[in-house]
């Protein structure tokens, strides 16, 4: 079965760090891309970044730029997602989602349940 | 960076037909991709590339695309599309990144 098996909700202080991660099954988990979304509750979705398993590349969008670290394992098909830093307005829930790229498109075909990440003192 | 545009909440009857826009610079370049979201669930992939559905997606979601604006066309409204649908498309600032729409809550009547 094709699927993406995120970690469990977590609970921070503000100013700690958390990981989540991402294990894949049922395809090739270097042969697309991982890319992490998150989604405060009551809002939209917000792309945090991507990374390429096979090459273990990273891009990350400016909001997050160092906080967030992607990395990956791939002997057990597993990417993770770190943000350092927590605040409050980073409780969410945050998505991996596999990324599919090509020259005129960019999208996400599977998608993970999400881990909802709490910030709170 | 860029950005999408999408009307915050559309409606339509039951079995009627209803579009939702995505606008953006960056549609000008790149084919939007339509996510599906309904409360307490991931968002499902329902439209991608020039007008292409992921297997298990009815039919009577069609995608198309004019100049900067994205639509994603429900012919024939059922009530379980009642949901929260995003649009999202490459950045077109030269940046490898993403832009996702902030959303269109559609409700079914």
């Known amino acids: 079965q094709v699927q993406l098996v995120q970690s469990g909700a977590e609970v921070k202080k503000p100013g700690a760090s958390v990981k989540v991660s991402c294990k894949a099954s049922?395809?090739?988990?270097?042969?697309?891309?991982i890319n992490w979304v998150r989604q405060a509750t009551g809002q939209g979705l917000e792309w945090m970044g991507w990374?390429?398993?096979?090459?273990?590349?990273?891009g990350y969008a400016q909001k997050f730029q160092g906080r967030v670290t992607m990395t990956r394992n791939t002997s057990i098909s597993t990417a993770y997602m770190e943000l350092s830093s927590l605040r409050s307005e980073d409780t969410a829930v945050y998505y991996c989602?596999?990324?599919?790229?090509?020259?005129?498109?960019?999208?996400?075909?599977?998608w993970g349940r999400g881990t909802l990440v709490t910030v709170s003192s | 960076s860029s950005e999408l545009t999408q009307d915050p909440a559309v409606s339509v009857a039951l079995g009627q037909t209803v579009r939702i826009t995505c606008q953006g610079d960056s549609l000008r370049s790149y084919y939007a991709s339509w996510y599906q979201q309904k409360p307490g669930q991931a968002p499902v992939l329902v439209i991608y590339?020039?007008?292409n559905r992921p297997s298990g997606i009815p039919d009577r979601f069609s995608g198309s695309s004019s100049g900067n604006t994205a639509s994603l066309t429900i012919t024939g409204a059922q009530a379980e599309d009642e949901a929260d649908y995003y649009c999202?498309?490459?950045?077109?600032?030269?940046?490898?990144?993403?832009?996702f729409g902030g959303g269109t809550k559609l409700t079914v009547l």
């Open positions: 590339g020039k007008n």
């Open positions: 990374m390429n398993p096979n090459s273990g590349n990273t």
């Open positions: 999202n498309s490459r950045d077109s600032s030269g940046n490898h990144h993403v832009v």
């Open positions: 989602a596999r990324g599919v790229v090509a020259t005129k498109h960019w999208y996400f075909d599977l």
């Open positions: 049922g395809y090739t988990f270097t042969s697309y891309d």
